[in-house]
């Protein structure tokens, strides 16, 4: 496992360490299994189709259902299964309580259930006045990223929850005071990830299935807020490519090699 600290993570933003060999076959396994222990050590679809249907029968059924007084459960189960098709973008309770047939109150209370029982996250709009940016509804993302059937969607939660449990334990370290969030604007540009310290942004990062050419969103908005660092990652396998523009760092690399850096 890897334990690298926050200062060895700012250093390998300049230059990321060669991947280990076995690292691509770690990240496909990742990518198709998940990263929970049984299913990835596994490594097989049909046990991972079996363990699947168990863990959210049991979350839902059990878990859920035994530590609240909800009564419409077959409801709360149908809302978990709208997810999946909702990650990435900022989800509407407004519309997700109109497809389940609830009051927005439910819904809103139902999505905070699934967040405590560490079904899905919630990331919050990054605030800032040097943009004009849209600060209303969150992006969620799923602990369990193989769920989703989208390929590309799929890809960009792996790198949240990566991040995410980056942040969490450079928090609990004490090291940094950060927050991970996605930016948008009311033109709507947007970068999927926002790494901030106190407030200031540190690193934009921005997932991309296999295209090399640099998201203009990327750029404009490391230009707009003056991030020293931005990051376009992409699934293929063997890219790294390093830019320096008016003193800031520009990356397009391989995730498998680029999420080494974090523990």
């Known amino acids: 496992m890897n334990h690298s600290s926050f200062a060895e993570f700012e250093q390998g933003l300049d230059s990321p360490p060669p991947a280990p060999s076995d690292a691509r ?19 097989r679809a049909d046990f991972y189709t079996l363990w699947f249907a168990e863990r959210k029968t049991l979350l839902v059924r059990e878990d859920i259902r035994d530590a609240s007084a909800i009564r419409h459960i077959s409801l709360l189960e149908h ?44 990331l919050t709009p990054f605030a800032t006045r040097v943009a004009r940016v849209l600060r209303k509804e969150a992006k969620v993302y799923l602990f369990d990223w193989a769920e989703i059937e989208d390929d590309s969607v799929r890809f960009e939660n792996l790198v949240a929850l990566h991040l995410l449990k980056a942040v969490r334990l450079w928090q609990a370290r004490g090291e940094r005071t ?19 310290d106190r407030g200031r942004p540190l690193c934009l990062i921005e997932c991309k299935a296999s295209d090399e050419e640099l998201a203009p969103n990327l750029v404009y908005f490391q230009h707009k807020l003056g991030v020293p660092v931005a990051v376009q990652l992409v699934h293929t396998r063997g890219v790294c490519q390093k830019r320096r523009i008016q003193g800031m760092t520009q990356w397009v690399i391989s995730a498998d090699r680029w999420l080494g850096l974090l523990p």
């Open 25 to 43: 076959s770690a990240y496909e396994q990742l990518f198709r299994f998940s990263g929970f222990p049984e299913p990835f050590s596994r490594g």
């Open 79 to 122: 809302l978990a299964q709208l997810i999946p098709d909702r990650i990435g973008s900022p989800l509407s309770i407004n519309a997700l309580r109109e497809d389940v047939g609830v009051a927005f109150e439910t819904a809103r209370d139902w999505i905070r259930l699934l967040e405590q029982f560490f079904y899905l996250f919630r």
């Open 178 to 196: 950060l927050s991970l969030n996605f930016i948008r604007d009311k033109q709507k540009r947007e970068v999927d990830f926002v790494l901030s």
